[in-house]
C-alpha cells in the first residue's frame, strides 16, 4: 500500500465528453504528478502540481489540466475527450525537500474507456 | 533529456539470480537512476535508486560502473510473484518529475 488512492477506479466515457479524476496523495507530501499509460506502454508524464501551482507539464494539450489543493489532493481533468484518451490514469505523490524530489508514489490508477 | 534502453522482455526460473542492464549514454552529471516494478492494472512501486558504485536494499541491488553509461538491476532469487515490467528511469528528480522519462520498459516472465 502506497497510501495514495485515485477514484474512480474505472469509468467510460464518450468521444467529445469531459471527465475529472481524483487522487488523494500519501500523507505529508506535497508534490503531486500525474501520467497517462497506454496499453503495453510506459506511464507518460502529463503534469506535476508544487504547492498547488504547475511546475513542470509533458507533451499533452492544454485540454489537459490539473488541480491541486491546500490538502494536498488533486484533479486531473480532461476535456473534449478523444479516443486515444483512453488508457490508465495515474497519479503519484512525493515529497519535495530543496528543490529534490525523492520516490514517487503511485496510486493504483483510473482506468478510463472513451467510445 | 536522458533516454533510456532496456531489453524488451526477459524469462527466467524461481530461485534464480536476473540481471536486468539499462543503457543509458546521454546521462548527465546530476543524473541519478532508478528502477520501478509494475504489476498489471497496477502503478509503478519504486524499487532502487542510485547514483555510482553500488546500491543494494532488501529486493534487489544496483550495480553502476564508473562511467554510469549502464545500469544493472540484480533480483537475487525470483519468485513467480516476481514476474511484472521493470522500469530504468533516469533523471535528476530537482522539482518538476518532467525529466523522468519512462521507457517500454523490461518485461520479466518467472516461471516454475
Known amino acids: 500500500e502506497t497510501g495514495v488512492t485515485q477514484s474512480p477506479t474505472h469509468l467510460i466515457k464518450t468521444r467529445g465528453q469531459q471527465v475529472t479524476l481524483r487522487c488523494s496523495s500519501q500523507?505529508?507530501?506535497?508534490?503531486v504528478s500525474w501520467y497517462q499509460q497506454a496499453l503495453g506502454q510506459g506511464p507518460q508524464f502529463i503534469f506535476q502540481?508544487?504547492?498547488?501551482?504547475?511546475?513542470g507539464r509533458g507533451n499533452f494539450p492544454p485540454r489537459f489540466s490539473g488541480l491541486q489543493f491546500p490538502n494536498y489532493s488533486s484533479e486531473l481533468n480532461v476535456n473534449a475527450l478523444e479516443l486515444d484518451d483512453s488508457a490508465l490514469y495515474l497519479c503519484?505523490?512525493?515529497?519535495?525537500?530543496?528543490?529534490?524530489?525523492?520516490?514517487?508514489?503511485f496510486g493504483e490508477g483510473s482506468r478510463l474507456t472513451v467510445l | 533529456l536522458a533516454k533510456t534502453t532496456q531489453p524488451i522482455s526477459m524469462d527466467s526460473y524461481e530461485g534464480q539470480e536476473v540481471n536486468i542492464t539499462c543503457s543509458h549514454n546521454n546521462i548527465a552529471t546530476n543524473d541519478y537512476i532508478t528502477w520501478y516494478q509494475q504489476f498489471p492494472s497496477q502503478g509503478p512501486r519504486f524499487i532502487i535508486q542510485g547514483y555510482k558504485t553500488k546500491v543494494t536494499n532488501e529486493v534487489a541491488s544496483l550495480f553502476i560502473p564508473a562511467d554510469r553509461k549502464s545500469s544493472t538491476l540484480s533480483l537475487p532469487r525470483v519468485s513467480l510473484s516476481d514476474t511484472a515490467v521493470y522500469y530504468c528511469l533516469v533523471g535528476n528528480y530537482g522539482g518538476s518529475q518532467g525529466n523522468l522519462i519512462f521507457g517500454k520498459g523490461t518485461k520479466l516472465s518467472v516461471k516454475p
Open positions: 502540481y508544487y504547492r498547488e501551482e504547475e511546475n
Open positions: 503519484a505523490s512525493s515529497l519535495e525537500v530543496r528543490g529534490y524530489t525523492g520516490e514517487l508514489f
Open positions: 500523507s505529508g507530501h506535497n508534490t
